[in-house]
């Protein structure tokens, strides 16, 4: 499994990272690559609710606002995608 995060300032990329993660179980590959993400953004777990599996798993992507955290952040939104294997 592979992501690709995104921070966004006033509509601008302000801030990249991406993971891959080899483990077999999605959920435990998602954890993994997620964490590896936030430690290279110095970023706090943001709060996930139903809404960001259910767009993740529908459309390959979600987003994360600022109420989203429980600590402040310095972007508008925080965007976590899928990127597919086979895409080069």
Not at 11 to 32: G, P, T, V, Y
Not at 70 to 75: H, R
């Amino acid at each position: 499994m592979r992501i690709w995060v995104t921070l966004h300032k006033n509509h601008k990329i302000i801030a990249r990272a991406d993971a891959k993660s080899a483990k077999e179980d999605a959920a435990f590959a998602l954890m993994d690559c997620l964490e590896q993400v936030y430690k290279r953004l110095d970023l706090a777990e943001p709060v996930w609710v139903s809404k960001h599996a259910k767009e993740l798993s529908t459309f390959g992507r979600t987003k994360f606002f600022p109420s989203d955290f429980l600590e402040p952040v310095k972007f508008d939104w925080m965007e976590i995608e899928y990127i597919s294997e086979t895409q080069k």
